[in-house]
């Protein structure tokens, strides 16, 4: 992982955590028990962070409800 990934990861992660009113720890822990921080956060990066804050979040959001990680 790269500086950029790393940077990415953080926003994700410290935007999700406002969004769903969590602790970024929990946050974090759930990411990434479920593989979405490194299966899909982390290599699918170079997409990903073009897109808005907004899309990306609610992106995100959506898939952890899929993994079963949010209900």
């Known amino acids: 992982m790269n500086a950029n990934n790393i940077d990415f990861v953080t926003f994700c992660i410290g935007n999700l955590s406002r969004r769903l009113g969590l602790m970024q720890r929990d946050v974090y822990q759930r990411l ?36 079963g990680v949010l209900d």
């Open 32 to 67: 990434k028990a479920s593989g979405i921080l490194d299966d899909y956060i982390v290599a699918s990066y170079d997409v990903l962070h073009t897109f808005s804050k907004e899309y990306l979040m609610q992106d995100i959001t959506e898939y952890m409800k899929e993994k």
